[in-house]
Each structure stands twice: as structure tokens, then as C-alpha cells.
């Protein structure tokens, strides 16, 4: 079965400093790959995606993505955090090709920005 | 309408009772999918629906869960005979289509069953 995997469950990082949050999938197979994200008391909310093209993938507040095939990764960056970015971040994929496209999440990293 | 909307937002309800959840997609998506958020399992895939085609229940964890799509718009989602681990959010879903195009999240709606 396919898999997403976040190493962090919980991300506590000082404001202004940078963060990375990590994301690795199971398959071999052509995905598409998506963060999303959750801010408390509120639902999920696209932050970026990659579907084919450049590796290197933005959100509109500065995150940003790389997708590395060879490591299956996907890990999610800002070279600057603020307290706003305190939120639950989840990563996800779905394959193209195939009949279904529902996304397959990880289990979420919560990030913490503190003063 | 602006978004995906799902109702109850809020259900409480006894063990053995039935519950009906529903979504409205956002106009115009083919693609409609049903998730359930709990602490111990994180986001679970549930039940796909893709226009008129028939559904993908592959995620749905009994045969106490089932879902319908009427008119290829709204859904409902059903759980018979409810149990205590079925207390989760159920998030529902929509995109213009499957594979790469972003999928829309309703509020949810938060099932806890006593």
C-alpha cells in the first residue's frame, strides 16, 4: 500500500527563524504531490502542489517545496517563519494515471511558531 | 455556491443510532470524495464518486458506512448502528476533476458518539 511519511508530528520553531518540514512517499510510480494546511478551528486549505515540470514548487506566503524523485521527497521550507504560519501542515499524494485520485495523507506536522 | 459546505457542522449522538452527514460540492466539480480526520488514524480516505460512474468504496472501514451521490451534486454520507470509535471529523471534498486538480475541503463535520 502506498504511503506518505512526516518524520515530525510536532515542529516548535522561534519566529523569524527558518524551518523545514519533512515528507517522504512510498511509491516508484508518477505522483502528484501536495501540502496542505490547517489552521486551528479552520479547515484544509491548499498551500502548494507539484504536478509535473520544475522541481521547485511556491505558495503565495513563501513556502516552498522540492520534489526529489530519487529520495522520494518532498519536504516543505520557509527561510522565515511568522507566528501566522502556526498551523498543521499535511503532506499528501495521488498518482496520475490511475482510476480513483484520492490523496493520501501523512499524519501531519504540527508547527509551532513562538515569539 | 463559494465553497464546499457540509452540515451538521457539530453531531453528538448515542451509540446504535444512526447519522446522515452531508456535502455540497462546489458547482461544477465532478469529483467528490468523503475523508475522516480522528487523532489515532490522522486523514483516512473514505468513498470517491467521479460524475456518473460508480463509486470507489475502497476506503470505508465496515459495512456500517455508505455514502450516496444524488443528481451528481450533493452527498450524504451514512453510518448505521454509530460506535464510539467512529467519533472523528468527516471532511468532505471537490475537485473539477481527479488526479492533479486541488481538491476543495469543506469545514467538516465533528461526529462524536457517546
Known amino acids: 500500500a502506498q504511503s506518505v511519511t512526516q518524520l515530525d508530528s510536532q515542529v516548535p520553531v522561534f519566529e523569524e527563524a527558518p524551518v523545514e518540514l519533512r515528507c517522504n512517499y512510498s511509491?516508484?510510480?508518477?505522483?502528484?504531490l501536495f501540502w496542505y494546511v490547517q489552521y486551528p478551528n479552520q479547515g484544509l486549505q491548499l498551500l502548494l502542489k507539484?504536478?509535473?515540470?520544475?522541481?521547485l514548487v511556491e505558495s503565495i506566503n513563501g513556502f516552498e517545496a522540492e520534489f526529489n524523485k530519487s529520495q522520494t521527497s518532498f519536504h516543505l521550507r520557509k527561510p522565515s517563519v511568522h507566528i501566522s504560519d502556526t498551523a498543521e501542515y499535511f503532506c499528501a499524494v495521488t498518482y496520475y494515471g490511475g482510476s480513483q485520485g484520492n490523496l493520501i495523507f501523512g499524519k501531519g506536522t504540527k508547527l509551532s511558531v513562538k515569539p | 455556491g463559494a465553497g464546499v459546505s457540509q452540515s451538521p457542522s457539530n453531531k453528538v449522538t448515542e451509540k446504535g443510532k444512526d447519522v446522515e452527514l452531508r456535502c455540497d460540492p462546489i458547482s461544477g466539480h465532478t469529483a467528490l470524495y468523503w475523508y475522516r480526520q480522528s487523532l489515532g488514524q490522522g486523514l483516512e480516505f473514505l468513498i470517491y464518486f467521479q460524475g456518473n460512474s460508480a463509486p470507489d468504496k475502497s476506503g470505508l472501514p465496515s459495512d456500517r458506512f455508505s455514502a450516496e451521490r444524488t443528481g451528481g451534486s450533493v452527498s450524504t454520507l451514512t453510518i448505521q448502528r454509530t460506535q464510539q470509535e467512529d467519533s472523528a471529523v468527516y471532511l468532505c471534498a471537490s475537485s473539477y476533476r481527479e488526479g492533479g486538480n486541488e481538491q476543495f475541503f469543506g469545514p467538516g463535520t465533528r461526529l462524536t458518539v457517546l
Open positions: 507539484y504536478l509535473s515540470g520544475s522541481t
Open positions: 511509491s516508484s510510480v508518477s505522483v502528484y
